[in-house]
């Protein structure tokens, strides 16, 4: 499975009242650009999420989420969810919401020079 359609469904559902979102095939999975900015991807049965990497101490308490790693490094920001925590829609929001928070502020990644 590349992702899960339906979890990708839902949070297509929460983002098409935004102005500038743009969903992209990107990470073996499928992702959500918000504002030019990557915000939000579905991969296999998790999402993945760009957080505002001062917020981890603040969820210590809750279930199902990881932080993301290339090789043996954290990626500053990025954390995983399980789907398994996704069911109830108020869960959903809560990690949607954290997401969508911290994108304003998120710096865009560098394009590329087309040639």
Same mark, same amino acid.
């Given at each position: 499975?590349? &992702? /899960?359609?339906?979890?990708?469904?839902?949070?297509?559902?929460?983002? +098409?009242?935004?102005? !500038?979102?743009?969903? #992209?095939?990107?990470?073996?999975?499928?992702?959500?650009?918000? !504002?030019?900015?990557?915000?939000?991807?579905? +991969? #296999?049965?998790?999402?993945?999420?760009?957080?505002?990497?001062?917020?981890? !101490?603040?969820?210590?308490?809750? !279930?199902?989420?990881?932080?993301?790693?290339?090789?043996?490094?954290? +990626?500053?920001? &990025?954390?995983?969810?399980?789907?398994?925590?996704?069911?109830? /829609?108020?869960?959903?929001?809560?990690?949607? /919401?954290?997401?969508?928070? &911290?994108?304003?502020?998120?710096?865009?990644?560098?394009?590329?020079?087309?040639?």
């Amino acid at each position: 499975m590349k &992702y /899960n359609e339906i979890l990708a469904n839902r949070i297509a559902e929460r983002l +098409m009242n935004l102005l !500038d979102v743009e969903e #992209k095939f990107m990470f073996s999975g499928l992702v959500y650009m918000v !504002d030019g900015k990557l915000c939000i991807g579905v +991969m #296999k049965d998790k999402i993945m999420l760009r957080i505002d990497p001062d917020t981890l !101490d603040t969820l210590a308490d809750k !279930d199902g989420w990881e932080q993301m790693w290339s090789g043996t490094r954290p +990626m500053k920001g &990025y954390i995983l969810v399980s789907e398994d925590v996704l069911q109830q /829609n108020t869960e959903l929001d809560f990690w949607i /919401n954290l997401a969508l928070t &911290y994108n304003p502020i998120a710096k865009a990644s560098k394009k590329k020079a087309k040639p």
